[in-house]
């Protein structure tokens, strides 16, 4: 059986790689808001997203980061995370930008979206755990067949590395 989990992204450009990602299939994801329903939800304010964050998240064990040039530091991206963690919520880095967008371009690695939040009281960084993919290969066929490989995996070493931490 699949794992269920939630799919965090920076939605407008990176929506049709995140599309990419979940079509493969390994793991089961949340349905993602359409622009219309996103529109809705935001005009509701904090309150309203922070509700729709966590109603999208019941259920799952893991939350995927799919991380593109701009994902990092972002307030709802980082709202996810650390619900995710606090919740007990395995949580997972993928890197994105190789894959192509829907104008078959990809674009610049974005930074470690876990470099941006803290580890408990000690000083370090969720980084220093939760980890982050950078998948290999010379093209976005390439980085998409290490995704399609190694996914589910990821998602399983995050519920285990949560569990121990």
């Known amino acids: 059986m699949a794992r269920r989990a939630f799919y965090s992204f920076h939605y407008m450009p990176d929506n049709w790689r995140a599309a990419t990602v979940r079509n493969i299939g390994v ?12 529109e809705t939800i935001k005009k509701g304010g904090d309150a309203a997203i922070k509700r729709w964050i966590a109603n999208q998240m019941y259920g799952r064990s893991c939350t995927v980061v799919l991380v593109g040039t701009n994902t990092a530091n972002r307030k709802w991206i980082n709202h996810e995370i650390i619900k995710s963690w606090d919740d007990g919520m395995g949580v997972v880095g993928i890197h994105i930008h190789g894959l192509r967008n829907s104008e078959g371009k990809t674009s610049p690695k974005g930074n ?11 000083g370090r960084k969720l980084s220093s755990v939760v ?5 290999s290969g010379s093209n976005s066929q390439d980085r998409y067949d290490w995704i399609a490989k190694h996914l589910e995996n990821a998602a399983e070493e995050a519920v285990r590395i949560r569990r121990e931490h």
């Not at 793991?27 to 996103?38: F, T, V």
């Not at 470690?112 to 000690?122: A, E, H, S, V």
């Not at 980890?131 to 998948?135: D, F």
């Open 131 to 135: 980890k982050c993919y950078n998948p």
């Open 112 to 122: 470690n979206p876990f470099d941006y939040i803290g580890y408990g009281n000690t």
């Open 27 to 38: 793991i089961e994801g949340n349905r993602p808001a359409s622009d219309n329903d996103w």
